[in-house]
């Protein structure tokens, strides 16, 4: 049975959705990777979808969701990748290995910024998931 990691950031609209994004399709054959926001934006951003499209990473599944769509589910690890989602993360009703591993948000930022964190996160966090799940 594959094991689930919930990837936790502030408004799960770009950092945590291209970290949902890059475990789902690189590390699936174990994990299965699920995101949302401490406070969700409600939308994904336009440049990390049109990145994670590009790179044939898009799913129509991913979407911005809260934190209480997924609060009850059983996770195996949960990553947050911004400092505040760290600092405001919630109890989850289960004991939960909680792990931090920061992104600069590229929101806003030239379009080098986005690839720049999706590299970042490819080979910073990609390696953490597998030796902790995998």
Known sequence: MKKKVLVLC?????RSIMAEALINAKLSECVKAY??????????NPKAQALLEKNSLWREEYHSKVIDTVIDMDFD????????AQETCPMFPKAVKTIHMGFEDPSGKEDSEY???LELIHLNLLPIIKKELC
Do not use: F, I, W
């Not at 502030?10 to 770009?14: A, K, L, M, P, Y």
């Open 77 to 84: 690890l949960v990553v947050t990748v911004c400092d505040n």
């Open 10 to 14: 502030t408004g799960n609209s770009c």
């Open 115 to 117: 690839v720049k964190a």
């Open 35 to 44: 995101s949302s926001g401490v406070k969700a934006s409600g939308k994904v």
